[in-house]
């Protein structure tokens, strides 16, 4: 006997702390933004390739933390009109950005070094030490004014990556300004332009990996949908779970959807209820929609007593 498809969710409350957020991305561009003016006078006074790309890829912190400080509001307003799921995946999209600009600019950085090590410039090495310091604990500080805002957002793990290789950068300084002062080695310059070159390579790969798969639809991290759907399918009284989809709406918006079939008699509700929770405690997905209805009592695992002796999952 058929039954009415019922349709149930258990309300994802995807709060990210919009003020708190965006009162710490702020702090974090009015200390990018300031250093950077600092470190372009210093790479151009100094004649430093290291210095320079630094303050480069400070502008690109700075790009990277504007995006999120958008996005995340963007994130925070309620779903609504067409946007059903509201606007989260604007973060996606800034770490779509931030991973492209970081790959652009490794490789403009990259070319410039190579160039460098054919001709070293004259480079002030104690000049550059001085202002390395100076950025390394501006990063870390802005680092830390990062790492107070919502933590699995994709957007602010873009600006942290931009951040964090900027650390990386000015420890590359530091070590190239020492190398030229201890040893006169100009060619320490570039090397380091080129080390940072790489680490920027890594984490916008990373970024635009992870964005990928939120923007594919690919289930989440750590979820396998062929244990989700066993799992269901395993339950008392359900028969089959076909049209199972596992994916991510945005960072930290896991969410399901299935079509479940129980056996004649059973209370539909009741086994969406249950399944619901299921995914919850187990694979901590609490947005889930399934359509629950009675499987024919033809059906290949209904017997003739009306059970269903072995449940089974199609995708």
Known sequence: MGHPHHHGGSGHHHGVSPDADRRWLALALGLVAAFMAVEVVAGILASSLALLSDAAHMLTDAGAIG????????????????????????EILSAQGNGATLLVLAGVLAVEAIARLSHPANVDGAFVVIVGVAGAGVNVATASALSRAERRSLAVQGALAHVLTDLYASLAAILAGAAIVLWGWDRADPIASLVVSALMVRSGWTLLRDSARVLLEAAPAGVDPGAVGHALAAQPGVVEVHDLHV??????????????????????????????????????????????????????LIDIQGRAPAARRHD
């Open 67 to 90: 995006l999120a400080l958008v996005a995340t509001r963007l994130a925070a307003r309620p779903p609504g009109g067409r946007f059903t799921f509201g606007l989260g995946r604007a």
């Open 247 to 300: 994916w991510e709406v945005t960072s930290g918006f896991p969410a399901l959807a299935a079509h479940v079939l129980v056996r004649p008699g059973d209370d539909c509700h009741a086994t969406r209820r249950r399944l619901q929770r299921l995914a919850e405690e187990r694979f901590g997905i609490r947005h889930v929609t399934l359509q629950v209805d009675h499987a024919p009592d033809e059906h290949p």
